[in-house]
């Protein structure tokens, strides 16, 4: 199987956020990228999978106003909030439980399963909220985060970027992570 012949897909790709660009040096980035490969992002990043209009403008609407009626933590460089575990980003563990997630991302969740991205419901969960040109460094998931590792975007689009942990400086996948979308990574794939 997938899993036990290789590293979690997780642990494979480093991953990193650019703020959101126009919308014309996107496409450019996009089309460079399909041009250069002609390959898929699915084919040329290991366990991913992308799925455009995972959510609806109607849902993205209201999850963004139910989350901006939540408290950010705001000791980092982004805006952030935790569901289900608090982790420690000076540490890189888990710090605390924090309890079930809340009940207006069940919508969300539940397809994740139903439509075979998470093996499982999701239990814990971290929003990041970027400003425009803002994003985070590359970085490999932690082992406490397990074997699937997921994003919806809210808001906007943005660029994610990934490249292989045993090859840093080889080749970047540039992915145009559009809003809506359902961007998984995982080891079952």
């Given at each position: 199987s997938t899993l036990s012949s290789s590293s979690a897909a997780s642990d494979v790709y480093?991953?990193?956020?650019r703020g959101q660009l126009l919308p014309t040096?996107?496409?450019?980035?996009?089309?460079r990228n399909l041009i250069k490969t002609m390959k898929s992002p699915e084919q040329q990043v290991p366990g991913l999978k992308i799925v455009?209009?995972?959510?609806?403008?109607?849902e993205e609407e209201f999850l963004i106003k139910e989350i901006?009626?939540?408290?950010?933590?705001?000791?980092?460089?982004?805006?952030?909030?935790?569901?289900?575990?608090?982790f420690d980003h000076k540490s890189q563990k888990i710090k605390a439980v924090l309890g079930p997630l809340p009940?207006?991302?069940?919508?969300?969740?539940?397809?994740?399963?139903t439509q075979g991205l998470f093996p499982y419901v999701p239990d814990q969960m971290i929003i990041?909220?970027?400003?425009?040109?803002?994003?985070?460094?590359?970085h490999i998931d932690k082992p406490c985060f397990e074997d699937v590792i997921g994003s919806v975007?809210?808001?906007?689009?943005?660029?994610?970027?990934?490249?292989?942990?045993d090859n840093p400086k080889g080749e970047q996948v540039d992915i145009f992570f559009e809003r809506?979308?359902?961007?998984?990574?995982?080891?079952?794939f």
């Open positions: 480093k991953r990193q956020v040096k996107i496409l450019f980035l996009r089309l455009k209009d995972f959510i609806t403008k109607e901006e009626k939540q408290k950010w933590e705001t000791d980092l460089k982004r805006n952030v909030q935790q569901y289900g575990y608090k009940s207006f991302f069940g919508g969300v969740t539940h397809r994740l399963v990041n909220q970027y400003t425009p040109g803002q994003g985070i460094h590359p975007g809210l808001g906007s689009s943005c660029i994610m970027e990934f490249r292989n942990r809506r979308t359902a961007v998984v990574i995982s080891a079952y």
